[in-house]
T-cell receptor, first 114, second 113 residues
Framework: EAQVTQNPRYLITVTGKKLTVTCSQN?????MSWYRQDPGLGLRQIYY???????DKGDVPEGYKVSRKEKRNFPLILESPSPNQTSLYFC?????????????FGAGTRLSVL | GESVGLHLPTLSVQEGDNSIINCAYS??????FIWYKQESGKGPQFIID?????DKRQGQRVTVLLNKTVKHLSLQIAATQPGDSAVYFC????????????FGPGTSLSVIP
């Protein structure tokens, strides 16, 4: 089954404790992206990657890091989480071919930073 | 600035009625638009898309209308069912070097049985 898998689904942590949210897709997609979703603000892009070893900032990259060492994986790293990073996070992937604009989303990771 | 927004943050409709969800966009250069549906506890899912060379596109029980003159997009759902209850997002392809997509804030659709 074609899917984007995020882990963990729920995470509670404390300020300053480094964490990683993993994302993996099995569709051989080149493009991957991380979004955060906050009430009334919709989905805002954090980082994206056009392919292996190619990453770039989205609209709200501060406080986040990403890496793309393999095509299927795109982890999101919070080196020193702060309470304003409490949010619902989504990983997405898409092809760069036909239908490239259609993104496939994971089920989300709800993060609470205390 | 460039933005994609929805006129109605919440919408309640009776089961069996038609639903209309609206979206405004501001980037005249955008030529591709997508609607996503997000059910509770899940990630957004693609519903339907439309390119700017079209005014209307139909899917199964859904129709998207595009009015480029006033930069307005709408999603129509026919014979709304309880399973249609969700948050609906419109998204706009910003025509940047990597086809950046901007999402609107979403409209919550509630279907009354």
């Amino acid at each position: 089954e074609a899917q984007v898998t995020q882990n963990p689904r729920y995470l509670i942590t404390v300020t300053g404790k480094k964490l990683t949210v993993t994302c993996s897709q099995n569709m051989n997609h080149e493009y991957m992206s991380w979004y955060r979703q906050d009430p009334g603000l919709g989905l805002r892009q954090i980082y994206y990657s056009m392919n292996v070893e190619v990453t770039d900032k989205g609209d709200v990259p501060e406080g986040y890091k990403v890496s793309r060492k393999e095509k299927r994986n795109f982890p999101l790293i919070l080196e020193s989480p702060s309470p304003n990073q409490t949010s619902l996070y989504f990983c997405a992937s898409s092809s760069t071919g036909v239908g490239k604009n259609i993104q496939y989303f994971g089920a989300g990771t709800r993060l609470s930073v205390l | 600035g460039e933005s994609v927004g929805l006129h109605l943050p919440t919408l309640s409709v009776q089961e069996g009625d038609n639903s209309i969800i609206n979206c405004a966009y501001s980037n005249s250069a955008s030529d591709y638009f997508i609607w996503y549906k997000q059910e509770s506890g899940k990630g957004p899912q693609f519903i339907i898309d439309i390119r700017s060379n079209m005014d209307k596109r139909q899917g199964q029980r859904v129709t998207v209308l595009l009015n480029k003159t006033v930069k307005h997009l709408s999603l129509q759902i026919a014979a709304t069912q309880p399973g249609d209850s969700a948050v609906y997002f419109c998204a706009e392809d910003m025509k940047t070097s990597y086809d950046k997509v901007i999402f609107g804030p979403g409209t919550s659709l509630s279907v009354i049985p």
